[in-house]
């Protein structure tokens, strides 16, 4: 009898771990995909297909092939709750870079032409002197993705790379160029090279991001200080092609954002309202896998991009409205 109860009881256990939803997003915190296990999307970039986003990112979980480098793919259709799709690009060292090469921020863009999932990263040697970045292709948004080639866009060195996806479909890169500062260039027709550059933006910043809100480009980054965070800034234009207005603090300086990096903004437009999320890593430096991800809604509008101090909140994706909530997922 007892025994019977104590299965009963482990099997009812099971049921509701397993049925876990999680209800808020919780910035910092670990973050649980379907499998109970922290997502592993770092450096990461969303696209939405239909009603589902794909969350693609660094897949840094501990035992991993070191001859290998990882491209997870999560897919979700709350923006809440993630349904590993698995490792979608698992690539040997592909032009002899040697011992710790490095394949950093990958993102997911999908040509209706081609019909083609094309997949940009940031190609390096383990001084990062290559400079390059990288494509793979798909025919389906979760892989696997096959390598094709690796170039530097308009002859410049390209390190972090960020993803913007304009209002009407248009496909950009953002790319880190040391000193010169970060480009951002259209994409060619079929997504496989880059055709133009819009922008070559004077401030030496990474993670760069874009956003179209209400008429204003706003794009973001951080300072180069490698893994350590910073105060990430933000500059507004009217036209892609500039002029950007001077750079600003987007959290209080002291911060260092919330202790985080910047890797995209995602819009979500809504039948009620639009909410913009600023999309960050807390990097952990000597622990990979557990760096966390720090996404909150921005205020935003008439100019100015503010993150404020991160807590619990949930987002409905129909009506594109926020609130803060209380932590539930506990
Ligand atoms: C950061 C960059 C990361 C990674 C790191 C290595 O500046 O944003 O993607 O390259 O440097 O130190």
Redesign the pocket.
Known sequence: MIRSTIICFLIFIAAITTNAQNKIINPGAIWPDDRGNHVQAH?GGIIKIKDTYYWYGEERAQGLDPKFRYVSCYSSKDLTNWKFKGDVVKMSDPENLGDGWIL??PKVYYNKSTRKYVMYFHLDTRNYQYARVGIAVSDKPDGNYTFVKSFRPLDHQS??IGQFIDDDGTAYLIFEDRALGFHIVKLADDYMSVAKEMSLVHMPL??GAVVHYNGLYYAIGSS????DPNPNKYATATSLEGPWSEFKDIAPPETKTYHS?STMMLKVVGTKTTTVIFMADQWKPNAQWDSRYLWMPLEIGDGKLWLNEPKPWSIDVKTGEHKFVADTNK
């Not at 180069?224 to 893994?227: D, E, S, V």
């Open positions: 450096g950093e921020r390190r972090d990474e993670g180069l200080t490698g893994w990096q």
